[in-house]
T-cell receptor
Framework: KAGVTQTPRYLIKTRGQQVTLSCSPI?????VSWYQQTPGQGLQFLFE???????NKGNFPGRFSGRQFSNSRSEMNVSTLELGDSALYLC????????????FGSGTRLTVV | DAKTTQPNSMESNEEEPVHLPCNHS???????IHWYRQLPSQGPEYVIH???SNVNNRMASLAIAEDRKSSTLILHRATLRDAAVYYC??????????FGTGTSLTVIP
């Protein structure tokens, strides 16, 4: 079956711009979560959505937001980009996370210049 | 947040067993212990998980201490493809997910 698909794979944006990243989960998975990975901070949790509702949120500023659609696809948006937002953004989906675990996508590499 | 502690790095010779430790002294009764690994330029990959009993699958074994405050991921015969960063995390229905820094495993040919 198809895995978790993230688009685009690579993105270059300018400071001050905004960006939207997309994640298509595995069919049947209703939980989608997002992570930011940087060399200095490692993997950091952004937020999790389940059935179109945000279930958990990490410690990121309000510039980072997300949403989930009725087909479980999810988007995350970052407004007013800063250089420090350059990172690999990972999406993961799950059916029942504590029992089944997560399947991760390959990520979107965002570079802010 | 439920947190875990792992060694920063470990080395193993190819085709020898590897034991990757994880401490989670603040684990709660409903936390599942999950292990993931991440190869360079890829997203993390699920390895194994358990609650109280030891678990085996085709990739690895998970040994959970009786008090559940620690666990060990066992790779029975390390191969070069097992070189990755291994993360031990705790999951339940309510917590935020803390990956920690993981253990970088180097496999020596």
């Amino acid at each position: 079956k198809a895995g978790v698909t993230q688009t685009p794979r690579y993105l270059i944006k300018t400071r001050g711009q905004q960006v939207t990243l997309s994640c298509s989960p595995i069919s049947g998975h209703r939980s989608v979560s997002w992570y930011q990975q940087t060399p200095g901070q490692g993997l950091q949790f952004l937020f999790e959505y389940f059935s179109e509702t945000q279930r958990n949120k990490g410690n990121f500023p309000g510039r980072f937001s997300g949403r989930q659609f009725s087909n479980s696809r999810s988007e995350m948006n970052v407004s007013t980009l800063e250089l420090g937002d350059s990172a690999l953004y990972l999406c993961a989906s799950s059916f029942t996370r504590e029992i089944d675990g997560y399947t991760f996508g390959s990520g979107t590499r965002l570079t802010v210049v | 947040d439920a947190k875990t502690t792992q060694p920063n790095s470990m080395e193993s010779n190819e085709e020898e067993p590897v034991h990757l430790p994880c401490n989670h002294s603040t684990i709660s009764g409903t936390d599942y212990i999950h292990w993931y690994r991440q190869l360079p330029s890829q997203g993390p990959e699920y390895v194994i998980h358990g609650l109280t009993s030891n678990v085996n699958n085709r990739m690895a074994s998970l040994a959970i201490a009786e008090d559940r405050k620690s666990s060990t991921l066992i790779l029975h015969r390390a191969t070069l493809r097992d070189a990755a960063v291994y993360y031990c995390i705790l999951l339940n229905t309510g917590n935020q997910f803390y990956f920690g820094t993981g253990t970088s495993l180097t496999v020596i040919p």
